[in-house]
């Protein structure tokens, strides 16, 4: 089981960038394959971008693709999300997660655990 603690959020204007962070506890880390997702007010919790376990393979929702990135440091335990050109509608609340096995997944409930999650607030 892996503990997640998210950061980096905060509030920003539109065409801003942030940079979240999530570090993980425990010697396994790098037999995870993370996840982040978000969850604005009034909306259902969804899928942002994933990474294997690796680092080979990444993915991302439609609405982030081209913007965001995901990237892990197996050595550190540490997964991160930069967050380019930034539009009010990226307001959420963000979380990573952890899944063993081969993929990462769009589906949250694939995800076993799950960091307290961190504010993003984009101003237009």
């Known amino acids: 089981q892996a503990q997640l603690v998210e950061s980096g959020g905060g509030l920003v204007q539109a065409g801003g960038s942030l940079r979240l962070s999530c570090a993980a506890s425990?010697?396994?880390?790098?037999?995870?394959?993370m996840g982040w997702f978000r969850q604005a007010p009034g909306k259902e919790r969804e899928f942002v971008a994933g990474?294997?376990?690796?680092?080979?393979?990444?993915g991302y929702a439609d609405s982030v693709k081209g913007r965001f990135t995901i990237s892990r440091d197996n050595a550190k335990n540490t997964v991160s999300l930069q967050m380019n050109n930034l539009k009010p509608e990226d307001t959420a609340v963000y979380y990573c997660?952890?899944?063993?096995?081969?993929?990462?997944?769009?589906?949250?409930?694939?995800?076993?655990?799950w960091g307290q999650g961190t504010q993003v607030t984009v101003s237009s």
């Open positions: 997660a952890a899944r063993p096995g081969t993929w990462y997944s769009t589906k949250q409930y694939d995800y076993q655990d």
């Open positions: 425990g010697r396994t880390f790098s037999s995870y394959n």
């Open positions: 990474i294997r376990r690796s680092g080979d393979n990444t």
